[in-house]
């Protein structure tokens, strides 16, 4: 007979999450995840997701490239003029520089950004055309629908080359991203922070390990109440991506 109060078998966050009101952990074991209630928000989180050989392929599929052998590289030491001349097999990966008082700084991190045609996206006063999709990032963009339930117009990709490179605090609350935007981020490669704090007072805060495989969906009011950031983490020397894929241009 089974035990129905025996919870040695029972799975549990690999984080602590608020107990305060409002903040609800339930397993989905349909995905192999757990569905995060916080207020004013939901988040879906799987820390394997995508099975290894899957995770393993696409972390290949994004670095591969005429120049340089991806599994050795130390992509921190190659300047900003080899990277724009380096041909990248799959993903047309580029610096993006922001104005910061009149000075011309690189962004933290490599981008590009796919999509439907006519899904342009802007931030940080950086406005990117879509370029077209490719079979991987179908591929992936497919199995996450599946789970998502809604389907994904474009993707953003993040590349941060090691620790140094970060994300600051914002909140994906763009007008052409909807009212209450449903937005699934894809990782592969070295594990990092994404810490997600309630806008009021900083004072409610999550961190999600985003691992090799880990999927994360944010929906609801989320990016109304909360924002989030990759913070920098000196002792990773190791490449992560991320993958945003969205809802460009189609309401809430
Ligand atoms: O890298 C991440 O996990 C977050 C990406 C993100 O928040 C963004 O691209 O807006």
């Given at each position: 007979m089974v035990d129905l109060f025996d919870r040695s078998n029972a799975v549990s966050l690999p984080f602590p999450v608020l107990t305060d009101v409002g903040f609800r952990v339930a397993p989905n074991p349909e995905w192999n995840g757990f569905d995060i209630t916080v207020p004013h928000g939901q988040i879906f989180y799987a820390e394997?997701?995508?099975?290894r050989s899957v995770s393993d392929r696409t972390l290949e599929y994004l670095q591969e490239n005429d120049l340089i052998d991806w599994r050795t590289?130390?992509?921190?030491?190659?300047g900003h003029d080899a990277l724009d001349t380096m041909k990248f097999k799959n993903i047309l990966w580029k610096q993006d520089w922001i104005n910061f008082y009149g000075k011309r700084i690189a962004l933290p991190r490599l981008t590009s950004w796919y999509g439907d045609p006519g899904r342009a996206y802007s931030y940080s006063g950086i406005r990117s055309e879509p370029n077209p999709w490719n079979d991987g990032l179908l591929y992936l963009k497919s199995r996450i629908e599946q789970c998502a339930g809604v389907a994904f117009n474009s993707v953003l990709l993040n590349w941060y080359?090691?620790?140094n490179d970060h994300l600051n605090w914002h909140a994906d609350?763009?007008?052409?991203?909807?009212?209450n935007p449903i937005i699934a981020s894809a990782n592969f490669g070295a594990s990092r922070d994404f810490v997600v704090r309630s806008?009021?007072?900083?004072a409610q805060k999550i961190t999600f390990p985003l691992k090799h495989g880990t999927l994360l969906i944010m929906k609801g009011e989320l990016q109304h109440y909360w924002e989030h950031a990759v913070p920098k983490r000196k002792n990773v020397r190791q490449s992560r991506f991320n993958m945003t894929f969205r809802r460009i241009g189609l309401g809430s």
């Open positions: 394997n997701f995508f099975k590289a130390n992509w921190r030491d190659i080359r090691d620790g609350d763009e007008k052409e991203l909807g009212l806008k009021s007072d900083h």
